[in-house]
Structures are given as structure tokens and as C-alpha cells.
T-cell receptor, first 114, second 112 residues
Framework: DAGITQSPRHKVTETGTPVTLRCHQT?????MYWYRQDPGHGLRLIHY???????DKGEVSDGYSVSRSKTEDFLLTLESATSSQTSVYFC?????????????FGEGSWLTVV | GNSVTQMEGPVTLSEEAFLTINCTYT??????LFWYVQYPGEGLQLLLK?????DKGSNKGFEATYRKETTSFHLEKGSVQVSDSAVYFC???????????FGPGTSLSVIP
């Protein structure tokens, strides 16, 4: 199994509060990703990082920000959580891009916004 | 644009039945193709992959062949077990594209 740890694994928070999810990897992979998984939508990319301090938006980035100050850590922040952000969040990593590369997933963080 | 289509299910099979989950893709060039499996309450695990046309990926009794002529990567298993109950995702990664594209997932339930 790829060395990916997500924290917290489960969280309930109130609307309007900030929330930060952490992804930690021990593989020294350059690329890190945050996805959300929702019924009927499958997996959707929120943000990704291609190196320390290098990040870019995915298809559903509104309401989310990310930071990567170290190779091993990729943080996802909901500045002001909304009920529509109730979801399962997956961190993923990959060594490189392109054909032959593989993306590995963490075990997920279940977030409920009430 | 690039996309992945797969049967959404749910698919319900009896133990030892033959499984096929269809996956077709739209992409230019020669993407890599993957099948991921997600067991209840867990993250996605890579099941198998193929990186070029006619490649066959296989793992744990599952197989899928990269068919460029039909742009397909159907997942098959000859005899499913209850422990195979999970959601299966087909995905592609293009050579010059930097994000994995997932299909919507197919839920499989295997009953004894």
C-alpha cells in the first residue's frame, strides 16, 4: 500500500466554520491531488500540486484552497464550510505524469457540514 | 474532450458467476487505462492497468484488455466471490494530460 495518511478520517463541522484536511505521504512523490467523491458524480478533482508551493485548480475548486509547504504534506482548506461540501475527500499521489504512471489513493476523509 | 463511460449498475451476481463491466473511453492519442476498486468505507485501490494497445492487465483473477479499435477496456472475471463486492472505477490518464479522468463507478454485489 502507498504510504498515504489522511487526517482527520471523520469530521462533523458547522456551516461557516473553517476546516482543514491533511494529507501526508511517505513516498516522496512529486504530485499530490485532492478529490471529492459524491453519489452520481464519481470522483472530481478539486486541486492538485506538482511540487512544493506549486498548485493548480481542478474542476471543482470553488470554496477550497490548498497549500503545500513540504513535499510530504498537502493541505485542503474549506475557508467557510457549506452543506454542499459534505462529501468524502480523497488525497492521491503520483510519482510522475504520463503514460505508465499510476495514481495512488488515501483512505478518505468523511466530512459532514451541518 | 476526454471522458470515460462505464455501466453504472448496480450489478448483482451470484457467487461463481462470470463478470463483465464495460468501459469505453474518448481520448486522442494513447492514454493509459486503469481499473480501481473501492471496498466499502475504504479508498480506491489500483486493480490493474494497461499502457498501450492490446496490453492485458490482470490481477486477483480480474483481466482487462486495451482495445484501441473499439476504445474499450472491459473488466472481466471468470468466477466472482462475495469478497469482490465493491465499486469499480475505470479511468484514463493521457500522456500529455495531467489529470486522471474517472468513470462514474459500477457497484457490484455478489450474493452467496
Amino acid at each position: 500500500d502507498a504510504g498515504i495518511t489522511q487526517s482527520p478520517r471523520h469530521k462533523v463541522t458547522e456551516t461557516g466554520t473553517p476546516v482543514t484536511l491533511r494529507c501526508h505521504q511517505t513516498e516522496n512523490h512529486r504530485y499530490m491531488y485532492w478529490y471529492r467523491q459524491d453519489p452520481g458524480h464519481g470522483l472530481r478533482l478539486i486541486h492538485y500540486s506538482y511540487g512544493v508551493k506549486d498548485t493548480d485548480k481542478g474542476e471543482v475548486s470553488d470554496g477550497y484552497s490548498v497549500s503545500r509547504s513540504k513535499t510530504e504534506d498537502f493541505l485542503l482548506t474549506l475557508e467557510s464550510a457549506t452543506s454542499s461540501q459534505t462529501s468524502v475527500y480523497f488525497c492521491a499521489i503520483s510519482e510522475s505524469l504520463g503514460a505508465g504512471n499510476t495514481i495512488y489513493f488515501g483512505e478518505g476523509s468523511w466530512l459532514t457540514v451541518v | 474532450g476526454n471522458s470515460v463511460t462505464q455501466m453504472e449498475g448496480p450489478v448483482t451476481l451470484s457467487e461463481e458467476a462470470f463478470l463483465t463491466i464495460n468501459c469505453t473511453y474518448t481520448a486522442t492519442g494513447y492514454p493509459s487505462l486503469f481499473w480501481y476498486v473501492q471496498y466499502p468505507g475504504e479508498g480506491l485501490q489500483l486493480l490493474l492497468k494497461a499502457t498501450k494497445a492490446d496490453d492485458k492487465g490482470s490481477n486477483k483473477g480480474f483481466e482487462a484488455t486495451y482495445r484501441k479499435e473499439t476504445t474499450s477496456f472491459h473488466l472481466e472475471k471468470g468466477s466472482v466471490q462475495v469478497s469482490d463486492s465493491a465499486v469499480y472505477f475505470c479511468a484514463l490518464l493521457k500522456t500529455s494530460y495531467d489529470k486522471v479522468i474517472f468513470g462514474p463507478g459500477t457497484s457490484l454485489s455478489v450474493i452467496p
